[in-house]
């Protein structure tokens, strides 16, 4: 079992290095999509394990799944096709270098988390906090690096999903409310930001958010 | 219960009313609701604030919804400045849609989201869970943010999309921060259900985790920090003030800014009382007030859009409050008067702006001439409110920022106070450069002068009137609250 | 003190009444100086009763604002203070009312009196507040109401840049008084003035920031060079009665303020009392020589104001130097000059600023280049002004002299005999106090000569007219009171100080006031002798043939108005000589060739601290804080990064 | 009151023109003529008291007011200046200010009635007055200040007292300067060469007698006299500060006194018929050099 656990985690560690290095949209979504699935089924199942399937991990997992899993790579989908864009232009970092990048960032992660060992973290897995971390850290990579709003979009679910995995590596089993509330934002976010998307394409043809230089003093 | 169901009210009303807009269609019954709603809100948040200044803290859902005087005092400015902008909406849009820049069939949408908006932010005050309290925060850019292109140009859309991304970026950096101070109170004894209500974290500070809390204090300044407009987090404030309509900036500099600024407050105290006093929190605050007033400084020189140079305002303004709470004292408690007078005259002052640029058409300082002829009323509410807002007596920010230098000179921090002043003269100096121009100055655009309507001089009227009082002096009961919300962020 | 509390309040209501009746220009107008002549008369009571009796009055009220309190107290200082600015004030006012009516077609007069009536009650609170949280609010109150004055004329743009150059120095003024209220009330550990006595036991080096802060703070107000750049655009922009009571007592609440600092800071550093004089002659010296370049009436004045400021300011310097080299002479007789000098240039300064009101009124017209010939025109304003203008030159028999003379002597009697501490401040100020006594009488001498005497030089002198008597009543009070007071200062003096001054200063006192009783002896000789010429010579010319001609023009045929001298002209030959200090820009396109163009010439003296220190300064503070301009550049993903480099600086730096 | 109080104004008032007339002398000894008689300017001012008086029509009272004011206030100043040992009839500490801004007084009223009649000769040299004067008035205070603290005293009576003539024996040095600086100083403020030439006819080039153009009959009259009593006083200054001389008789001091007056009268007169009037420009260096005079004195005397 704890070796099953550890492999789910470098897939997704590894989800996320190909997240970073991949230039087509084709490969970004349905990796996003895999990613949520994973976090989906592997979460929950390691917290709860000991305990038995519980209401409460029943409903998360029947809830996250189709969310992260399916509707998130969905609503991206719909987005790429009413803009008609394929893939993404040319990064202010070329991919090799956002993957150099990212394990720059994985080392990052595992150093945040020696920092935080031994100061009695409820840590249910050692991989979990790194894990957490790093993927937090590649979604704002994403975001900072990547020129297309969609690939914004697309690093911001990275790091929800990240900090989906915080919360459970720091708070444990949280209120089940709670969990909802947090989710049912993410998923508004993302609805509004796709909407946001339609209307820039609408409006200026492209959704190259480096090109969105008009306001400034 | 009771006292429950007020809490209840507070967050269930605006959501009603905003579902009541979307059903119907005419912009009539949408304004009548809007008010409706609004002005329902507004005797419940003094009624609420009464039952908390008898009772003292009011709690329903199992502790899940809370109210103490310092949320209950963020709750009625919320409606107060909820109101004004609502009663200044009923005039500004009828005459956008007059210059075709508004489309009434949006009008259902946009009293919707209005209405949402002022719910969402009732439950960052009303909930006692900091999960919720973020669950809010983050409602709050989600429903706002087409509140801002409302009027669908390139650069409204720009800043929408910049301020969605930043916020929610930040505001994402928050929840770490909110995660990890579960995580301080992990060895906490008590359900696992209390671990992230703020009351059961309040009592139980001393013993929380100091390093874990320091490293989540950090987190959330920043997150929550950029939503309030802390520099240098602050790039997307401008461009979204400046793009939005009049009444949504006035909300935004208003009362959005100070419901990020709120969590801020809440979590002070945990953080401080966690790290056994030592003003570690209190100095990143000061840290970033005194950062943000010099930004803001900066970028007021050479302002050349009305609008922007508010925003830029707003920013100093969350500034001086961040330098006021980092100080503690009386510092905290000039704060949170500062918030009120910020939240009298800010909104007045966007109010007015909008209507110069309204009127005039364009965003440009040096387009706006002679507005004293052209329209009286707002041209002196904009005037007075700006003399207001750069803290000239006998307006009540004088007496607040007076309050700060206090506490400033109390801690005997030197470098603080010259910077404090520096920024607060460039302020004054580059605020003032144009406000001559735009009120007397010769004006080459043939341009109707306005009627004026009694609403708008209620509109400009109150706020001044409201500051000009508390610069005279202050009730007893209006400093008995200040001193218990002050209380409860210093930890008493 | 009821009085002086009904006399607030007077203030008050009236200014709200004119504001309500702003349709009205006469209910306005009736409001605005009905309210402002019984205030001041309401609160010229208790002034005088604490002048003459010696008992300071206290009143305090609670005041619902965290760290103030509404306490007042009118001691000898305050009464001192007070009586000028009643006086002035009630007078402007009267002035004010036939002044500003006939704005009334254009402009809101109800504000306009609102904010004077507010202005007067601001600055008496000023005076009396005892409390630094009200000291400061009446002290913005202040600066707000005569800043809306000063933009009366807002729709002209020299008006505008008046008024922001005011109100940011001011305000910059104000930033430096709350950082020194504030430190000295930690120190003292209350707000209260009455509990501040006891910082004279700080180190020097406390106190000494404190005397730093309050003569850059007061002096802004007080125009203190280089912080006067407000008052030469201000009070010309201003309406004269305004101009009038800004420049004859609002800017002494700036010195009003600072000898109420130095009252509590104790026994003076030496060097305290050096700042003060180099203060005081760096003013008088370059603002007499300003005034001398000007040709604007009121810009001249504005600048005398600066200079009379200095010799205050010196006064205030061998006050200093007196106390902390113990030598009485040099701080009774030099602290009483410059508060009698307070006294006389609220009057004279008052006055000649309603008369170029006048001449304002009159003729429409500020450059004295194109006046001329009004004293036939307007006689009165003529005769008032010739009074002023005797007065700021020091000259006897008339006030100045009083003022000027008690500090001379006490650096004659007090300094030069003393040992080279006291001597060499005593010898500059003599040295440097002549030199403005001479160029005074250049400047004045110009300004009247020029301005009333001669023929005039533009179209618009032809019909120059009086004005009305309201207006010249209050002028006349004015210049009457001049001569008074010059002539009855033996008196007036003793009488006042003798509640304030121990019996050993008194004793002191009384020594330059036998010299000023003397000087008074010899002015009534003067006028006899006068009175005596003038029988005579016209004994002499009743028998003999009185002709009029023309002015001797040298056998040249076809004089024109437009030959005489200029007010530029006359002051030609001192500019050219002290343009070291005053940097004259001048532009000459001579006549060239056979048949020249026409040729033209212009001269005008620009601020030298504006134009050299504050102007390039501030742009480039400006440019610098410019260069933050590029962080906000428009791109999102830096943006989102100086978040994440934000969170990452504080992680290592806080963690 | 002691009668003997009037003495000094009763000198200056009978003798003053006089002095004139032995300057006069002494330039047609120099140019050898004969010259004038020595009361030439009685004569003079008798003539003008007879006449009627011509004025412009530009004029107000201030012209006429102006010569009655400067032959008043140099007749005050007689009243606080001693002579010959004798106090003046107005002494008190401080009367040298009183005296210096009295002859301010003179000169304010003398510009303005210059002013008054329009003219622009007449403008260009109140022009000049003004600025020279006030340089002026700087070296006379300047040399106010060494007597003030060699004497210790504030008034010229207790200034030139009987112990006098001690003090300028330990302080020779100084009162040379000193006198050097008010003979320079009495050049200047009685127009006389080099820096202003009372006989030239030329109006552009003159200070002080262009600005009387216009005077004429009585008027001219005072104000002749008015410069007679003006060089009296400020002669007398000059020659007590440089020959202090004390007999301890009154008359023989008076008689000392008056015969200083007279050798004053022929040390201008020398002056003036050595010296060329010097470029108008070049005059407030002579007024610098007087300053800077009575400053090495005032070094010498703080030393």
Known sequence: MEQLINMLMVVILLTNLLLLGSSRMGTCIPTLGFQGILLGLALPVLLFLPQGITTHILVLVLITIPLRGILFPFILFRVIRKTNIQREIEPFISYPVSIFLGILALVLAFWMNSRLTGMSVPSLHPLLLPVAFYTILVGLILIVSRKLAINQVLGYIVMENGMYVLGIAFAGEVHLLLELGVLMDVFVAVFVMSIAIYRISREFDHIDVNQLQNLKD | MEDGLILWALLVIPFLGGFCCILSSKGFTIRWIACATVWTMLATAFVSLWIVSIEGAIQAAHGWLFLDMLSSYHVVLLQVVFALSTLFAKSYFPAEIAHNAFNSALLPRYGMLWLSALGAMNLVFVSNNIGIMWVGVEATTLITAFLICIHVTPKSLEAMWKYLIMCSVGVALAFIGTMLVGAAGGNLKGSHSQSLLWTFLYENAGSLNPFFMKMAFLFLVVGYGTKAGFAPMHSWLPDAHSQAPAPVSALFSGFLLSTAFYCIMRYLPLVEMATGKTGWAMDILVFFGLFSIIIAAAFMVFQQDIKRLLAYSSIEHIGIMAVGLGLGGVGTFAALFHLLNHSMGKPLCFFSAGKLVQIYGTNSIYRIKNALKITPVWATGFFLSFLALIGMAPFAIFMSKFQILKAIIEKADYISLALFLFGCAVVFISALRYMLLILWGESEANIHPQKAYKKDIFLVAFPMLVLLILGLFMPEFLQNILQKAANIIQGY | ?655 | MNANLFIPTLFAVVFAPLILGIINRTKAFFGGRHGQPFLQLYYDLFKLLRKGATYSKTTTYIFRLGPMVGLVCVLLATTLVPFGGIRSFLCFPGDILLFAYILGLMRFFTVLAALDTGSSFEGMGAAREVHFSALAEVAFFLGLIVLAKATSSASFSDMYSSSFPYIWIANSTQMLLVGVAFFLVLLTENARIPVDDPNTHLELTMIHEVMVLDHSGPDFAFILYGSALKLWVLGTIFTQTIFPFRSGSIYLDLLFSFLAMIVLGVIVGIVESTMARLRLLRVPQLLVAAAALSTVALVLSMR
């Open chain 3, 1 to 655: 003190m009821t009085f002086f509390l009904y006399s607030l309040s007077i203030f008050l209501v009236s200014g709200l009444l004119a504001l309500i009746s702003k349709r009205s220009a006469f209910l306005s107008s009736f409001f605005g100086i009905a309210g402002c002549v019984a205030g001041c008369v309401l609160g010229l009571i208790p002034s005088i009763q604490v002048l003459l009796s010696g008992q300071g009055l206290s009143f305090s009220f609670p005041w619902a604002m965290p760290l103030g309190a509404f306490v007042l107290n009118i001691d000898f200082l305050s009464a001192f203070f007070l009586v000028p600015v009643f006086v002035l004030c009630a007078l402007a006012g009267l002035y004010g009312g036939q002044y500003l009516y006939s704005y009334r077609s254009t402009h809101c007069l109800g504000f306009s009196w609102f904010c004077f009536n507010i202005l007067v009650g601001s600055m008496a609170l000023v005076i009396v507040a005892a409390n630094a949280l009200l000291f400061l609010l009446a002290w913005e109150l202040m600066a707000l109401a005569s800043f809306f004055l000063v933009i009366f004329e807002a729709k002209k743009e020299s008006v505008r840049k008046a008024g922001w150059m005011y109100l940011i120095t001011t305000h910059i003024g104000t930033a430096f008084l709350l950082a020194m209220f504030l430190l000295m009330a930690q120190s003292a550990k209350s707000m209260n003035f009455m509990d501040w006595d006891k910082l004279e036991y700080l180190p020097s080096l406390a106190r000494g920031i404190f005397f730093i802060l309050a003569v850059v703070g007061f002096g802004a107000k007080a125009g203190f060079m280089p912080l006067h750049i407000w008052l030469p655009e201000a009070h010309p922009a201003a309406p004269s009665h305004v101009s009038s009571v800004m420049s004859g007592v609002m800017i002494k609440t700036g010195i009003y303020g600072l000898i109420r600092i130095l009252s509590f800071l104790g026994f003076p550093s030496f060097w305290w009392g050096w700042t003060l004089l180099a203060i005081g002659i760096i003013s008088g010296v370059l603002g007499i020589l300003f005034a001398l370049a000007q040709s604007d009436l009121k810009r001249l004045l504005a600048y005398s104001t600066v200079e009379n400021v200095g010799i205050i300011t010196m006064g205030l310097g061998i006050t200093l130097l007196g106390i902390a080299y113990q030598i009485p002479v040099l701080t009774v007789i030099g602290f009483v000059g410059s508060l009698f000098h307070v006294l006389n240039h609220a009057l004279y300064k008052g006055l000649l600023f309603l008369c170029a009101g006048a001449v304002l009124h009159g003729t429409g017209m500020r450059d004295i280049n194109l006046m001329g010939g009004l004293l036939k025109r307007m006689r009165y304003t003529g005769l008032f002004f010739l009074a002023g203008a005797i007065a700021i030159c020091g000259l006897p028999p008339l006030n100045g002299f009083g003022s000027e003379f008690l500090i001379y002597f006490a650096c004659f009697t007090g300094g030069i005999p003393g040992s080279h501490n006291v001597a060499i401040p005593a010898l500059a100020l003599i040295i440097f106090l002549s030199l403005i006594g001479g160029l005074s009488i250049a400047c004045f001498s110009k300004a009247f000569g020029i301005a009333f005497s001669g023929e005039p030089r533009h179209e618009s002198m032809n019909h120059a007219h009086d004005t009305g008597w309201l207006m010249k009543i209050p002028m006349g009070i004015l210049a009457l009171s001049c001569i008074l007071v010059g002539f009855l200062s033996p008196c007036l003096l003793p009488r006042i100080f003798q509640n304030y001054l121990s019996a050993e200063h008194l004793g002191i006192l009384e020594k330059a006031t036998f010299s000023l009783s003397q000087i008074t002896i010899a002015s009534i000789v003067f006028l006899f002798l006068l009175g005596i010429l003038a029988l005579v010579r016209s004994l002499l010319l009743c028998v003999r043939k009185v002709e009029t001609t023309v002015t001797w023009d040298c056998g040249y045929a076809a004089p024109t108005a437009r030959m005489q001298y200029t007010g530029t002209s006359f002051s030609q030959i001192l500019v050219e000589f002290y343009n070291f200090f005053l940097r004259v820009k001048q532009k000459l396109s001579a006549p060239k060739g056979l048949f020249p163009e026409p040729g033209s010439f212009s001269m005008e003296t620009p601020d030298l601290f504006q134009e050299k220190v504050f102007s390039p300064l501030f742009v480039r503070t400006g440019n610098v804080l410019c260069i933050l301009h590029t962080l906000q550049h428009g791109r999102i993903h830096l943006y989102v990064l100086y978040i994440i480099v934000m969170l990452i600086v504080l992680l290592l730096w806080k963690l």
